[in-house]
């Protein structure tokens, strides 16, 4: 790793550890109303209302609650996806669900579809919307998430609208990138839709 890449990892870092604190701060009963009015912007927007099918993830307890977005996706007939992680690899595959009943606990215990469930094709014409959660985003829409790399290897070869999933106040005015950091299309916070501003 380079001077530069190692300076990138290292704000990253920091930036990783201000947030988590951040959110971990918020009292439960305000993160409920954060995240009920997160969920009905993101089920009134254009996107979601478009979007045959829709790339989920299955919070952890301290992450902004998206459940009941894939819940009206499945009320509408839209087809619903949430990931699956392979350690090894790094890499993530979107599968199809029916239910919320069929996730189970998987890598780093998120729950997760079984591996036998069909697995989204990203060269798919079906119009589609992937919700990307983060610790923080900027301006610009780009995030820090967790470290893995998980959602740049996918975002890499996705076609379809990418909305990143935060907090008004977690949104920052730039925050580090390399080459393979990649933006989002909107930003969905309990304060509306947000488009991002190029920097």
Not at 22 to 27: E, F, G, N, V
Not at 76 to 97: D, I, S
Not at 175 to 187: A, E, L, Q, S, T
Request: hydrophobic share 35%; net charge positive.
């Amino acid at each position: 790793m380079n001077s530069h890449s190692l300076k990138i990892a290292n704000l990253k870092k920091e930036l990783r550890a201000q947030f988590r604190e951040k959110r971990l701060a918020i009292p439960a009963k305000l993160k409920k109303q954060r995240d009920e009015a997160i969920c009905s912007y993101a089920i009134n927007m254009a996107a979601f209302r478009y979007a045959e099918c829709v790339l989920m993830y299955a919070p952890t307890k301290y992450e902004i609650d998206v459940m009941p977005i894939a819940e009206e996706a499945m009320r509408k007939g839209k087809k619903v996806f949430f990931p699956k992680c392979n350690k090894e690899t790094k890499t993530m595959t979107y599968r199809l669900v029916s239910s919320l009943d069929e996730l189970i606990p998987d890598v780093y215990g998120i729950d997760a579809p079984p591996e036998t469930a069909t697995a989204y094709d990203p060269n798919d014409k079906a119009t589609t919307l992937c919700l990307i959660p983060g610790l923080t985003y900027d301006k610009s829409g780009y995030r820090v998430g967790y470290g893995g790399g998980y959602y740049d290897r996918f975002l890499a070869d996705f076609k379809g609208c990418k909305a990143g999933v935060i907090y008004n106040d977690f949104i920052i005015s730039s925050v580090p990138r390399g080459h393979v950091d990649y933006k989002v299309d909107i930003m969905l916070t309990e304060k509306n839709v947000r488009i991002p501003v190029e920097s």
